[in-house]
């Protein structure tokens, strides 16, 4: 294959006329994050190893005391869940995509059937008094699609708001988004729902998920779902890392002066204890660069 | 890894979804899709220079010393991506007037903004490098030999801790008015947040002009890519970062250094920015130097596209 080589120039060209945004709002940040911490649920799951119910629960306890507002903590909800109900679940949650043929292949229904299956969901939940979570996958693409649009992102968080979810999680399913897409497929989804009511679930597949959630928070998007130690793999792509790390993003909250309620070092711990309980290495920055000095 | 999911079999390669999300094709410049234009137009620099340090600061900073050969081959698949500026050289010792007789087209001189640092890296007040940089400066100038500027610790220091941004801009002046193109501003212990850098930035574009500026950010505590983020955002085109993110952090044993070429080429092209680099050949000349020095690749695009 031929290499191109272009002279390209050194200097901008027309910077001033490119420069929309102003630097004050660079760096506007909302005040409060709210992380939701997905490890002991979503991060688990997708771990080659298996641990114990002692070990789970171990975990749970130590990232509680980290000061996490919310930790997921139960497998997915099967059609049968009333008996998981009754056994004290405090939450539902339900799947959506963004994708036809992610639905099929996950879920082996169209969007539009999963939808109707999450609002009966929804309706007995609201009956029984409790709160509905909506996920959508691929946001920012797809493993068999490809490109997703914006426009579709922000038609099944739409539908998912009005049957009742007080929140809807956007994920970068495979880790494929960049900030430009991220802040395109927010423009759209926010013309449609509060972003009060918008998290993001970022997959750190291709290194930047931490980039992308640093979007969705100047676009004024308030919850980020993460994963302890970054726990769990990506199904799509063998070998590759998943979730964003919480310790790794806790650290940036802090340095940005946005208020979590985490405390950082006990949050270190809790990600030591589960690697060494999942006898793997853990993939957040910080945690590798404290805990060896 | 355990059992793949046999319906990601039929999932797109890594390389459609790579041209997918890329917008790659066979232009290096790339076509322009109408999604990237509004992401164009949203205050980011259109072209953005990538200075390769993987030569020189990444192999300085491995464990292992890499033979001659290699590092050349390393070197010519890297001239065959695109990079328009990849570092090669070791320090230039006092003596340097021989490596340029040797050839060398451009020098650099390293400034700290920490006066720690300064001793013990260098052995030398702020001030006292200072004055050493001038005399090599005006020499190479004198040989039409460039020079480019770096600024230790920009966004903090491992013996100081905090560093004003004041202190930064101080020092990046005074290189910057000694001749040097360009200032590259270093977070060289990554302890740096997108505040923090932002802050830094306005203080040393009220002095320096942004067109001489760069920034070499240090993934230490995962932070370089929304770092460098915020750069652009502030109106920064030139960011320093090495193939297969080579060279740990001599001061947090077993962190990561610096940032991954492949990488920021990632998050560049899904920007819509122009770079004139081939991310394909980039992922090529990293899995040569990594299987060559025996250590798995810190490029999570890497990692994501090669087979484990």
Same mark, same amino acid.
């Given at each position: 294959?031929?290499?191109?080589?272009?002279?390209?120039?050194?200097?901008?060209?027309?910077?001033?006329?490119?420069?929309?945004?102003?630097?004050?709002?660079? @760096?506007?940040?909302?005040?409060?994050?709210?992380?939701?911490?997905? $490890?002991?649920?979503?991060?688990?799951?997708?771990?080659?190893?298996?641990?114990?119910?002692?070990?789970?629960?171990?975990?749970?306890?130590?990232?509680?005391?980290?000061?996490?507002?919310?930790?997921?903590?139960?497998?997915?909800?099967?059609?049968?869940?009333?008996?998981?109900? !009754?056994?004290?679940?405090?939450?539902?949650?339900?799947? @959506?995509?963004?994708?036809?043929?992610?639905?099929?292949?996950?879920?082996? &229904?169209?969007?539009?059937?999963?939808?109707?299956?999450?609002?009966?969901?929804?309706?007995? !939940?609201?009956? !029984? $008094?409790?709160?509905?979570?909506?996920?959508?996958?691929?946001?920012?693409?797809?493993?068999?699609?490809?490109?997703?649009?914006?426009?579709?992102?922000?038609?099944?968080?739409?539908?998912?708001?009005?049957?009742?979810?007080?929140?809807?999680?956007?994920?970068?399913?495979?880790?494929? @988004?960049?900030? $430009?897409?991220?802040?395109?497929?927010?423009?759209?989804?926010?013309?449609?729902?509060?972003? !009060?009511?918008?998290?993001?679930? &970022?997959?750190?597949?291709?290194?930047?998920?931490?980039?992308?959630?640093?979007?969705?928070?100047?676009?004024?998007?308030?919850?980020?779902?993460?994963?302890?130690?970054?726990?769990? @793999? &990506?199904?799509?792509?063998?070998?590759?890392?998943?979730?964003?790390?919480?310790?790794?993003?806790?650290?940036?909250?802090?340095?940005?002066?946005?208020?979590? $309620?985490?405390?950082?070092?006990?949050?270190?711990?809790?990600?030591?204890?589960? &690697?060494?309980?999942?006898?793997?290495?853990?993939?957040?920055?910080?945690?590798?660069?404290?805990?060896?000095? | 890894?355990?059992?793949?999911?046999?319906?990601?079999?039929?999932?797109?390669?890594?390389?459609?979804?790579?041209?997918?999300?890329?917008?790659?094709?066979?232009?290096?410049?790339?076509?322009?899709?109408?999604?990237?234009?509004?992401? /164009?137009?949203?205050?980011?620099?259109?072209?953005?220079?990538?200075?390769?340090?993987?030569?020189?600061?990444?192999? +300085?900073?491995?464990?292992?010393?890499?033979?001659?050969?290699?590092?050349?081959?390393?070197?010519? +698949?890297?001239?065959?991506?695109?990079?328009?500026?990849?570092?090669?050289?070791?320090?230039?010792?006092?003596?340097?007037?021989?490596?340029?007789?040797?050839?060398?087209?451009?020098?650099?001189?390293?400034?700290?903004?920490?006066?720690?640092?300064?001793?013990?890296?260098?052995?030398?007040?702020?001030?006292?490098?200072?004055?050493?940089?001038?005399?090599?400066?005006?020499?190479?100038?004198?040989?039409?030999?460039?020079?480019?500027?770096?600024?230790?610790?920009?966004?903090?220091?491992?013996?100081?801790?905090?560093?004003?941004? +004041?202190?930064?801009?101080?020092?990046?002046?005074?290189?910057?008015?000694?001749?040097?193109?360009?200032?590259?501003? #270093?977070?060289?212990?990554?302890?740096?947040?997108?505040?923090?850098?932002?802050?830094?930035?306005?203080?040393?574009?009220?002095?320096?002009?942004?067109?001489?500026?760069?920034?070499?950010?240090?993934?230490?505590? #995962? /932070?370089?890519?929304?770092?460098?983020?915020?750069?652009? +955002?502030?109106?920064?085109?030139?960011?320093?970062?090495?193939?297969?993110?080579?060279?740990?952090?001599?001061?947090?044993?077993?962190?990561?250094?610096?940032?991954?070429?492949?990488?920021?080429?990632?998050?560049?092209?899904?920007?819509?920015?122009?770079?004139?680099?081939?991310?394909?050949?980039?992922?090529?000349?990293?899995?040569?130097?990594?299987?060559?020095?025996?250590?798995?690749?810190?490029?999570?695009?890497? /990692?994501?596209?090669?087979?484990?």
């Amino acid at each position: 294959m031929a290499t191109m080589r272009k002279v390209l120039p050194r200097r901008l060209v027309g910077l001033a006329s490119l420069r929309a945004v102003s630097t004050s709002s660079v @760096g506007t940040f909302p005040k409060r994050v709210k992380i939701v911490e997905v $490890g002991a649920r979503d991060g688990l799951q997708n771990e080659k190893n298996i641990v114990s119910t002692s070990t789970k629960i171990k975990l749970i306890d130590m990232l509680s005391e980290a000061g996490l507002p919310v930790i997921e903590a139960t497998s997915f909800v099967s059609p049968k869940w009333v008996p998981q109900v !009754a056994a004290g679940a405090k939450e539902v949650t339900v799947f @959506g995509a963004a994708s036809e043929l992610f639905t099929k292949k996950n879920t082996n &229904c169209s969007i539009d059937e999963s939808l109707q299956r999450s609002d009966e969901i929804l309706r007995a !939940a609201r009956a !029984a $008094g409790i709160p509905v979570r909506g996920y959508v996958s691929c946001v920012l693409g797809c493993p068999y699609e490809g490109k997703i649009s914006p426009a579709k992102v922000a038609e099944v968080t739409k539908k998912m708001y009005s049957m009742g979810c007080y929140e809807i999680s956007l994920g970068d399913t495979i880790g494929v @988004g960049t900030p $430009g897409i991220m802040k395109d497929m927010l423009s759209a989804v926010m013309h449609e729902v509060p972003v !009060a009511a918008l998290a993001v679930h &970022c997959h750190d597949t291709y290194g930047q998920a931490l980039a992308n959630t640093l979007m969705a928070l100047q676009m004024g998007v308030s919850v980020v779902d993460s994963s302890v130690a970054g726990l769990g @793999g &990506c199904p799509y792509a063998q070998g590759a890392s998943g979730n964003l790390a919480t310790e790794d993003l806790v650290y940036m909250l802090s340095g940005l002066g946005i208020h979590t $309620g985490v405390n950082l070092q006990k949050l270190l711990e809790a990600g030591t204890f589960i &690697c060494q309980a999942l006898n793997r290495k853990t993939s957040s920055k910080v945690a590798q660069a404290t805990c060896k000095l | 890894m355990g059992n793949v999911p046999s319906a990601v079999k039929h999932c797109l390669s890594y390389q459609q979804l790579l041209r997918e999300h890329l917008w790659i094709g066979d232009s290096v410049a790339g076509a322009l899709d109408p999604a990237q234009e509004t992401s /164009q137009l949203s205050g980011f620099p259109e072209y953005v220079k990538i200075v390769e340090v993987g030569p020189r600061d990444g192999l +300085q900073n491995e464990k292992v010393i890499v033979p001659t050969d290699i590092k050349i081959e390393f070197i010519n +698949q890297l001239s065959q991506t695109g990079l328009s500026v990849i570092e090669v050289t070791s320090f230039v010792s006092s003596r340097w007037v021989p490596q340029v007789a040797a050839g060398a087209t451009e020098i650099s001189v390293f400034g700290a903004a920490s006066e720690s640092f300064s001793k013990k890296n260098i052995n030398c007040s702020i001030e006292e490098s200072m004055e050493k940089f001038e005399e090599v400066v005006k020499s190479a100038r004198h040989m039409n030999i460039p020079a480019r500027g770096y600024v230790s610790c920009a966004l903090g220091c491992p013996y100081e801790g905090n560093i004003t941004p +004041q202190k930064v801009t101080e020092v990046s002046k005074r290189l910057y008015g000694m001749g040097c193109y360009e200032i590259s501003l #270093g977070d060289t212990i990554g302890v740096g947040t997108p505040g923090s850098m932002k802050r830094m930035l306005e203080s040393v574009m009220k002095e320096i002009p942004p067109s001489a500026l760069a920034v070499h950010c240090h993934d230490t505590y #995962g /932070q370089a890519l929304a770092n460098i983020l915020m750069a652009l +955002q502030m109106g920064i085109n030139v960011v320093d970062s090495a193939v297969s993110g080579l060279g740990g952090c001599p001061y947090a044993k077993g962190a990561s250094g610096n940032v991954a070429t492949e990488d920021l080429i990632y998050m560049l092209n899904g920007l819509g920015l122009n770079t004139g680099v081939n991310l394909y050949k980039v992922m090529e000349a990293g899995d040569f130097i990594c299987k060559a020095v025996n250590k798995t690749t810190n490029s999570k695009v890497a /990692q994501a596209s090669f087979n484990a």
